[in-house]
C-alpha cells in the first residue's frame, strides 16, 4: 500500500470505525433486549440464544475466507459490500414476524459484518508505520469498546423507551454515513489478482463449527446421550478432521495451518477464543440476571453493564502505547487476571445486589478487556508475515467469534442444568412452606399444592419462566377461593410472599455456576498470556520455517 499521510489516516480511521463500530454494536446491543425478544416473539432462552449465535456463528465461519475475497477483490470495495449488507438487513431484523425470521435476518447481518470487521483491522494496519501498529491495535481495540460501551445503554434506552426493533432500525442511518465515508476516505488495496476462494474450506468449518453449536445448544433438550446430540459431536470431529486435511494439501487455503507455528500468533487465537466464552455467555446470562431475579428495567441493566467496555474504552489506546514500548506479555497477564477476578466476583451476586455492586465489578472485567485485547491483537499481527496479516485478521476474529458461539452455548448449557436442580428444589421448599401453615384451610392448601405441582423446570426455562425467575412462581391464587374468610383472605400475600421468596433465592442461585465456568476460562488466558512474546514480533521468523503446501491431486484443486 502507498504511504498515506498523518493526517489522512486519521480520517481513514474515521471512516472504517464506523463499519467496526456497527459490526460490534450488535453483538452487545441485542444482549439487553433479549428479555423484550423473548416476551414479544414467545420464544424460549434455547431459541433467543440463536438471535446470538447465529451472527457470532455465521461470523466465525466466515472471517477466514473474507481475508482471501479481500485480497482477490479489493478491501475497499468488499468493505462496502459488507456495509450495505449488514445495513439492508438490519431494516429487514426491525421488521422480523418471528424468532425464525429474525434469526435468518441476524444471519445476514453477519454476511456484512464479515466483511467489515477483519478487513477494517487490515485497513488501519496498513494506513500505519509498524512502529505504530501497537497504537493502531489498541485504537481498533478502543472502537470495539466503544460500541460495546453504547451497545448495553443504547440498548436499553431504545427498549425502554421505543421497542426491541429499534436496536437494528439504529443500524441503517449509520450504515449510510459510513458507505459515504468509506467511498470517500478509505484507499484501495488489491494484494494478489491470482487469489482463489477455497470453497471446501469453507463448506467444512461451517460443517464443523454448525454442528458443534447445535449439540452444545440442544444437548439439555434433547438428551445429551441422545442419537441426534451424539450425531452432531460426531460430524463436528469429522468435520473438523477433514477440514484439517483439506486446508494442508489445498494450493491456497483458507487458512494457513503453518501460521500456528508462529506462537505468539497462536497464542492470540487462543486469548480470543478463551476471552469470547469468558465474556459472550456470562453477558448474556447477566442481562437476565438483572432483569428477572434482580428486578431491574432494560435501561437499569444497561447502565449497570456500561462501565465494563467504557473502562476498556478508556485503557486500551494507553496500553497499546504501553506494547509498542515494553512489549504484550505484562499487559497481556494483567488483562487475564482481572478478567478472571471480574467474573468470580459476579458469580456473588444475589436478588438483593444494586447497580453498583454490579458497576464495581463490571469495571474490573473493562481493565481485563483493556489490558488484553489490544495486547494479544498486537502480538498477534505483530509475528505473522505482512503477505498473510489478512488470514490472520480472519483467524484471529474467527477464534472470538468462535468463543462467542461457545460461550452461549456452554453456559446456557450449564444453566439448563443448574436451573432445572434449582426449581425442583424451589418447589420442594415451597410445599414445605405450604404445608407448614396449619391454620391455612385444606382447599386453599390443596389449590396452592396443587398449581406448586402444576409448575415445571421446563416452564420456568423458557419466555415465562424468566419472569417466574423475577416473580418466584406463578400466582398460588388468582382470587381467593370462594367462601374464604377476610382472615383466611390475610394469609394469602404473606404466603405468596414466602413463596416467591423461595423461587427467587433458588432460582437466582442457578446463575452462580455459569459465572464460575466463565471465570475458569478466563483465568486459562493466563496460559497464552506467559508464553507471549516479550516484544512485539518476537517470533516474527518462525514463519520461515513454513514448508510449501503439498498440492492436491491434478483435478481437485479447491
Known amino acids: 500500500m502507498t504511504t498515506v499521510s498523518h493526517a489522512r489516516r486519521w480520517l481513514i480511521l474515521l471512516a472504517v470505525s464506523l463499519g467496526l463500530f456497527m459490526a460490534l454494536l450488535d453483538a452487545t446491543i441485542v444482549n439487553i433486549a433479549v428479555p423484550s425478544i423473548m416476551k414479544d416473539l414467545d420464544a424460549s432462552i434455547a431459541s433467543v440464544s440463536w438471535v446470538l449465535n447465529s451472527y457470532n456463528l455465521a461470523l466465525a465461519v466466515l472471517f477466514l475466507s ?21 445495513t439492508a438487513f438490519s431494516l429487514a431484523a426491525g421488521f422480523a414476524p418471528s424468532i425464525d425470521w429474525l434469526i435468518v435476518f441476524r444471519v445476514g447481518q453477519a454476511l456484512g459484518a464479515a466483511a467489515m470487521v477483519p478487513i477494517s483491522l487490515t485497513i488501519l494496519l496498513g494506513a500505519f508505520p509498524r512502529s505504530q501498529h501497537g497504537l493502531a491495535t489498541g485504537l481498533w481495540a478502543a472502537l470495539g469498546a466503544v460500541a460495546a460501551a453504547l451497545g448495553p445503554s443504547l440498548g436499553g434506552v431504545l427498549t425502554e423507551y421505543g421497542s426491541w426493533q429499534w436496536i437494528f432500525f439504529i443500524n441503517v442511518p449509520v ?78 487455503p483458507m487458512l494457513d495451518l503453518r501460521l500456528f507455528r508462529i506462537r505468539s500468533f497462536a497464542g492470540a487465537n487462543a486469548a480470543f477464543l478463551l476471552m469470547g466464552v469468558a465474556m459472550m455467555g456470562s453477558v448474556f446470562l447477566l442481562v ?51 478478567f478472571g477476578a471480574g467474573l468470580l466476583a459476579m458469580s456473588s451476586l444475589d436478588a438483593s445486589a444494586t447497580l453498583s455492586d454490579v458497576a464495581w465489578r463490571a469495571i474490573v472485567l473493562g481493565v481485563g478487556m483493556g489490558f488484553a485485547m489490544p495486547s494479544f491483537m498486537a502480538s498477534g499481527m505483530g509475528s505473522v508475515p505482512e503477505e498473510h496479516g489478512g488470514v490472520a485478521s480472519g483467524a484471529i476474529n474467527t477464534a472470538r467469534q468462535l468463543g462467542f458461539v461457545l460461550g452461549v452455548a456452554v453456559l446456557v448449557a450449564v444453566f439448563s442444568h443448574t436451573m432445572t436442580t434449582a426449581v425442583n428444589d424451589a418447589k420442594a421448599e415451597a410445599v414445605r412452606v405450604v404445608e407448614s401453615h396449619a391454620s391455612l384451610p385444606s382447599a386453599m392448601k390443596a389449590q396452592a399444592l396443587a398449581t406448586l405441582e402444576a409448575t415445571s423446570a421446563d416452564e420456568l426455562t423458557g419466555a415465562a419462566g424468566a419472569e417466574a425467575a423475577g416473580s418466584g412462581a406463578a400466582r398460588l391464587f388468582d382470587a381467593a377461593p370462594a367462601g374464604a374468610t377476610p382472615e383466611q383472605e390475610a394469609q394469602l400475600a404473606p404466603l405468596q410472599a414466602e413463596i416467591e421468596e423461595a423461587y427467587k433465592r433458588q432460582i437466582g442461585g442457578a446463575f452462580r455456576v455459569p459465572f464460575l465456568v466463565a471465570a475458569a476460562a478466563a483465568f486459562l488466558i493466563l496460559l497464552p498470556a506467559i508464553f507471549t512474546g516479550r516484544h512485539l514480533g518476537a517470533h516474527a521468523g518462525d514463519h520461515e520455517r513454513v514448508r510449501t503446501p503439498v498440492p492436491l491431486e491434478e483435478g481437485a484443486e479447491c
Open 175 to 252: 450504515g449510510i454515513a459510513a458507505l459515504l465515508a468509506s467511498w470517500r476516505l478509505v484507499p484501495e488495496h488489491k494484494r494478489a489478482a491470482d487469489a482463489r476462494i477455497d470453497i471446501g474450506g469453507i463448506v467444512l468449518s461451517a460443517v464443523a463449527l454448525s454442528a458443534l453449536t447445535l449439540a452444545l445448544i440442544q444437548g439439555n433438550e434433547w438428551g445429551w446421550e441422545s442419537g441426534r446430540i451424539l450425531g452432531l459431536f460426531a460430524a463436528a470431529v469429522a468435520g473438523a478432521l477433514a477440514f484439517v486435511v483439506w486446508e494442508r494439501r489445498a494450493r491456497q
Open 66 to 86: 473474507v481475508g482471501r475475497i479481500a485480497d482477490r477483490f479489493g478491501q475497499k470495495r468488499l468493505f462496502m459490500l459488507g456495509l450495505g449488507l449488514f
Open 288 to 338: 437476565i440476571f438483572m432483569v428477572n431475579v434482580m428486578g431491574f428495567s432494560e435501561l437499569k441493566a444497561g447502565i449497570a453493564i456500561t462501565p465494563m467496555p467504557i473502562t476498556g474504552l478508556l485503557l486500551a489506546p494507553v496500553v497499546g502505547k504501553l506494547v509498542d514500548r515494553w512489549g504484550p506479555r505484562l499487559p497481556a497477564v494483567v488483562g487475564a487476571l482481572a
